[in-house]
């Protein structure tokens, strides 16, 4: 079972009710969440976009918008070059978009993920150098492509990185970090050393949208309303599916892009919408992240990333309806082949076999695993799948990471070599240990939660032992932790509070929804629904005989098996039958939420944990 954790962070939330107008259960969540100094606090629930940060704070901006200017002036051709997620999508989209409506004579090319790869390489650099290209703009990537930033220069090409992933480094013997950035004209990074911008997690599609409020400003030019509307809600779309901490910035851009993107200009987001059939009012993280974001990135990811950006360019709506229909199919299909890798990493794990890359001799001199060694004793799992599409190396990874609640990479054959993608927990920075062993790999990159690699086959084993005997994990890091806001009786709930709670919004990464908690809580009947009859709804009372409705969205077969633990099999099945049952009484997790039916609104508790 999880470990329970009820958050104690002290302030006079009188008081702070008082300043703001809101309750002191409302006052304790914002502390909960260190929003402490007035002025946060107000940012934190009224902040607008016109408080976002001066983009002249990012270091080197001011050379970035200098070179661009002059560029589009002279009739420079710039190819700028992005990546296959839906980050770097929006992020090629909004330049392009903006250098374009300057008169800038600009291209794009996006890397194919299986013939390209990650990012900038030789073959992109040739090709550019080929096609008369003067300048190279990269966005989502380049912070890590030293070597091919130094060849573009050396064949008289300009070179402007824009990024937001973590500056390659080396330890020194006295444990500083010695960062090592490109040899570009100018290098827009928030992560860089001697960078002041205030913050720091903006993905690349943010950085991106700097780089063209920049560039509108410097050269004395005022945005139009409708694309600067288009560009912050591409920011803030890339800014969920990049899984960025909504805090700070990011919130105030996430929120204003959720209450604008359904009338956005871009009439690609707009079908989008419409084909995956969202018909609220007002579209959450959720969409986002789990419905919308993944038909973006299922065509970098099974086919090319330039039918997406497609889509974001696409200018008349019908041509935008058929492009989303088709990335919403793709997007389906990517479902099915993840559901079966995720269950063949899943089996791999339980059965606890490990073996060598295929073709890989199990010798003592070559690293590989002897037959019989198990992952059991793993802080770190490096699974090697040889027949996992490698574009959904990193889905998998992140459902093992759920599974098993470790840091996870999962390995899969390319056409040259092994690549792979890592996942990783709360108490493990990803990134700093790959730099460890940086030896290993041919090519990677990342930051603290996810990373990219390629490797030699010989050396997976290899890996796999060099990152375990590095990690200083411990059994607590590994343990589940579901940190509670406040013990709230269920009578404090109401449909006042739930309104308050909204204005916390929008939740995810760094701000995640509030829970609250109360013991002896008896389940009073139930009934499953759902087409696979997976969800639970019951009917509750509180210690003082209050009825409630109750949702659960989770495991239905583990609660059922806790149930008939305590109590037994047949009184689980009586819960679910007319008539009266014996009294089953749990502690639970929970938030207040709104339940609409056929017009008519009333409360609803969703269970969120269980002992």
Same mark, same amino acid.
């Given at each position: 079972?999880?470990?329970?954790?009820?958050?104690?962070?002290?302030?006079?939330?009188?008081?702070?009710?008082?300043?703001?107008?809101?309750?002191?259960?409302?006052?304790?969540?914002?502390?909960?969440?260190?929003?402490?100094?007035?002025?946060?606090?107000?940012?934190?629930?009224?902040?607008?976009?016109?408080?976002?940060?001066?983009?002249?704070?990012?270091?080197?901006?001011?050379?970035?918008?200098?070179?661009?200017? &002059?560029?589009?002036?002279?009739?420079?051709?710039?190819?700028?070059?992005?990546?296959?997620?839906?980050?770097?999508?929006?992020?090629?989209?909004?330049?392009?978009?903006?250098?374009?409506?300057?008169?800038?004579?600009?291209?794009?090319?996006?890397?194919?993920? =299986?013939?390209?790869?990650?990012?900038?390489?030789?073959?992109?650099?040739?090709?550019?150098?080929?096609?008369?290209?003067?300048?190279?703009?990269?966005?989502?990537?380049?912070?890590?492509?030293?070597?091919?930033?130094?060849?573009?220069?050396?064949?008289?090409?300009?070179?402007?990185?824009?990024?937001?992933? &973590? %500056?390659?480094?080396?330890?020194?013997?006295?444990?500083?970090?010695?960062?090592?950035?490109?040899?570009?004209?100018?290098?827009?990074?928030?992560?860089?050393?001697?960078?002041?911008?205030?913050?720091?997690?903006?993905?690349?599609?943010?950085?991106?949208?700097?780089?063209?409020?920049?560039?509108?400003?410097?050269?004395?030019?005022?945005?139009?309303?409708?694309?600067? &509307?288009?560009?912050?809600?591409?920011?803030?779309?890339?800014?969920?599916?990049? =899984? $960025?901490?909504?805090?700070?910035?990011?919130?105030?851009?996430?929120?204003?892009?959720?209450?604008?993107?359904?009338?956005?200009?871009?009439?690609?987001?707009?079908?989008?919408?419409?084909?995956?059939?969202?018909?609220?009012?007002?579209?959450?993280?959720?969409?986002?992240?789990?419905?919308?974001?993944?038909?973006?990135?299922?065509?970098?990811?099974?086919?090319?990333?330039?039918?997406?950006?497609?889509?974001?360019?696409?200018?008349?709506?019908?041509?935008?309806? %058929?492009?989303?229909?088709?990335?919403?199919?793709?997007? +389906?299909?990517?479902?099915?082949?993840?559901?079966?890798?995720?269950?063949?990493?899943?089996?791999?794990?339980?059965?606890?076999?490990?073996?060598?890359?295929?073709?890989?001799? =199990?010798?003592?001199?070559?690293?590989?695993?002897?037959?019989?060694?198990?992952?059991?004793?793993?802080?770190?799992?490096?699974?090697?799948?040889?027949?996992?599409?490698?574009?959904?190396?990193? #889905?998998?990874?992140?459902?093992?990471?759920?599974?098993?609640?470790?840091?996870?990479? %999962?390995?899969?054959?390319?056409?040259?070599?092994?690549?792979?993608?890592?996942?990783? #927990?709360?108490?493990?920075?990803?990134?700093?240990? $790959?730099?460890?062993?940086?030896?290993?790999?041919?090519?990677?990159?990342?930051?603290?939660?996810?990373?990219?690699?390629?490797?030699?086959?010989?050396?997976?084993?290899?890996?796999?032992?060099?990152?375990?005997?590095?990690?200083?994990?411990?059994?607590?890091?590994?343990?589940?932790?579901?940190?509670?806001?406040?013990?709230?009786?269920?009578?404090?709930?109401?449909?006042?509070?739930? @309104?308050?709670?909204?204005?916390?919004?929008?939740?995810?990464?760094?701000?995640?929804?509030?829970?609250?908690?109360?013991?002896?809580?008896?389940?009073?009947?139930?009934?499953?629904?759902?087409?696979?009859?997976?969800?639970?709804?019951?009917?509750?009372?509180?210690?003082?005989?209050?009825?409630?409705?109750?949702?659960?969205?989770?495991?239905?077969?583990?609660?059922?098996?806790?149930?008939?633990? @305590?109590?037994?099999?047949?009184?689980?099945?009586?819960?679910? +039958?007319?008539?009266?049952?014996?009294?089953?009484?749990?502690?639970?997790?929970?938030?207040?939420?709104?339940?609409?039916?056929?017009?008519?609104?009333?409360?609803?508790? %969703? $269970?969120?944990?269980?002992?």
């Amino acid at each position: 079972m999880a470990k329970w954790v009820l958050v104690t962070k002290r302030a006079d939330f009188e008081s702070i009710g008082r300043k703001f107008a809101i309750s002191p259960v409302l006052a304790r969540l914002i502390r909960n969440r260190d929003i402490v100094e007035e002025d946060d606090i107000r940012k934190y629930l009224s902040g607008t976009a016109e408080e976002m940060y001066d983009p002249f704070l990012l270091k080197d901006m001011d050379k970035a918008v200098v070179i661009l200017a &002059e560029k589009i002036a002279s009739g420079a051709a710039i190819r700028v070059i992005g990546d296959y997620d839906a980050d770097g999508i929006c992020a090629t989209h909004i330049l392009i978009k903006g250098i374009s409506s300057l008169g800038g004579k600009a291209d794009t090319v996006i890397p194919h993920r =299986v013939k390209d790869g990650y990012g900038l390489n030789d073959h992109l650099i040739e090709a550019a150098a080929q096609a008369g290209i003067d300048t190279i703009v990269t966005c989502d990537n380049g912070i890590a492509a030293a070597a091919q930033i130094q060849a573009a220069k050396e064949m008289g090409m300009t070179v402007i990185v824009t990024d937001h992933h &973590e %500056v390659p480094f080396e330890e020194a013997e006295d444990g500083k970090r010695i960062y090592f950035l490109p040899a570009a004209d100018a290098v827009v990074d928030p992560k860089q050393e001697g960078c002041p911008y205030p913050c720091k997690q903006i993905c690349g599609g943010v950085v991106a949208v700097k780089v063209v409020e920049a560039l509108f400003r410097f050269m004395g030019r005022a945005m139009p309303a409708a694309l600067q &509307e288009e560009i912050r809600c591409l920011g803030a779309f890339a800014t969920i599916c990049d =899984v $960025m901490e909504l805090r700070d910035e990011n919130r105030i851009l996430v929120k204003y892009g959720l209450e604008r993107m359904r009338e956005s200009a871009n009439l690609g987001l707009r079908a989008l919408i419409e084909v995956n059939g969202i018909s609220e009012e007002r579209l959450s993280p959720y969409h986002i992240g789990f419905v919308l974001g993944p038909c973006i990135n299922a065509t970098g990811r099974l086919d090319t990333a330039e039918r997406a950006l497609a889509l974001l360019g696409a200018t008349e709506y019908r041509e935008a309806m %058929v492009l989303a229909a088709e990335l919403k199919s793709l997007n +389906e299909s990517r479902k099915e082949m993840t559901r079966s890798m995720v269950e063949e990493a899943v089996h791999m794990v339980v059965s606890g076999a490990v073996t060598a890359g295929a073709d890989t001799p =199990v010798t003592e001199e070559s690293g590989a695993v002897e037959a019989g060694q198990s992952y059991q004793g793993d802080k770190v799992l490096v699974l090697y799948l040889p027949h996992c599409h490698e574009s959904l190396a990193g #889905i998998v990874a992140g459902r093992i990471r759920e599974h098993f609640g470790k840091p996870t990479f %999962v390995l899969t054959d390319a056409e040259e070599e092994v690549k792979g993608s890592g996942r990783s #927990i709360e108490a493990y920075d990803m990134y700093a240990e $790959m730099c460890k062993c940086k030896e290993l790999f041919i090519k990677f990159g990342g930051h603290k939660q996810a990373a990219g690699l390629s490797i030699k086959k010989e050396n997976i084993d290899r890996l796999r032992r060099t990152l375990n005997a590095n990690a200083l994990l411990t059994e607590a890091d590994f343990e589940e932790r579901v940190r509670i806001d406040i013990a709230l009786p269920l009578s404090y709930v109401n449909a006042e509070l739930i @309104r308050e709670i909204d204005r916390l919004a929008p939740f995810g990464v760094g701000n995640v929804k509030p829970v609250f908690a109360q013991k002896q809580v008896r389940l009073l009947s139930g009934r499953l629904m759902g087409k696979n009859r997976n969800v639970g709804k019951y009917t509750i009372a509180d210690g003082d005989g209050r009825k409630f409705e109750m949702v659960y969205f989770g495991d239905m077969e583990a609660f059922h098996g806790f149930l008939a633990d @305590r109590y037994s099999p047949d009184e689980v099945g009586r819960l679910y +039958e007319d008539g009266p049952i014996n009294p089953i009484e749990i502690s639970i997790v929970y938030y207040p939420d709104r339940n609409s039916y056929k017009g008519r609104e009333s409360i609803q508790i %969703v $269970m969120r944990n269980y002992c």
